[in-house]
């Protein structure tokens, strides 16, 4: 397993990010594109998903997010 975490681009200029732990990359993906369409009501429409760092999963492993 790993961590993803990916950088969103939306139409709009806006970004966010997203950090899903899976075993490939089609399904990290997959995964991201699930978080964003449940957490943005109304939908946002994406322009770009990419991923920004790839980690084995395992305690202690995470992430720093600024801002």
Not at 15 to 25: F, Q
Not at 37 to 62: D, H, N, Q, S
Request: no cysteine; charged share 25%; aromatic share 12%.
């Amino acid at each position: 397993m790993f961590i993803y975490r990916f950088e969103i681009l939306f139409r709009d200029g806006g970004t966010a990010a997203v950090v899903v732990i899976h075993e490939n990359e089609e399904k990290a993906f997959r995964s991201a594109q699930n978080q964003i369409e449940r957490y943005f009501l109304p939908p946002r429409p994406v322009a770009e998903i990419a991923i920004v760092e790839k980690k084995p999963a395992g305690t202690g492993r995470g992430y720093v997010i600024e801002p």
